[in-house]
Nanobody, 121 residues
Framework: QVQLVEFGGGSVQAGGSMRLSCIAS???????IGWFRQTPGKEREFRAA????????TYAPSVRGRFTISRDSAWNTVYLQMNNLQVEDTADYYC???????????????WGRGTQVTVSS
């Protein structure tokens, strides 16, 4: 079992930055941890993921160069640093744990409850 809790959402103006945190507990050290976003009426959309073991990362094309995913093993935390945020980045953001580094939500078995990010113009 893996438990995930997200922190760090809130409101920011376009062009600003925000860092999300995902604190993991349980048997997660062989997992990939990913960040997804979801807006009302839409499917969850991949943003970035990191493999806990060797920190290999993958990003959605729309966030590459703006978002950075990283992990801190001392705090069992995965971060999503989001820079140059745009209004269209507004969504609920979820972290998830899966067995492989993947951009598909279906590859992730455990999910946090999400944190809301609002970007205003």
């Amino acid at each position: 079992q893996v438990q995930l809790v997200e922190f760090g959402g809130g409101s920011v103006q376009a062009g600003g930055s925000m860092r999300l945190s995902c604190i993991a507990s349980g048997a997660f050290t062989r997992n990939a941890i990913g960040w997804f976003r979801q807006t009302p009426g839409k499917e969850r959309e991949f943003r970035a993921a990191i493999l806990w073991t060797d920190e290999t990362t993958t990003y959605a094309p729309s966030v590459r160069g703006r978002f950075t995913i990283s992990r801190d093993s001392a705090w069992n935390t995965v971060y999503l640093q989001m820079n140059n945020l745009q209004v269209e980045d507004t969504a609920d953001y979820y972290c998830a744990a899966g067995w492989a580094l993947s951009q598909s939500p279906g590859a992730y078995n455990y999910w946090g409850r999400g944190t809301q990010v609002t970007v205003s113009s």
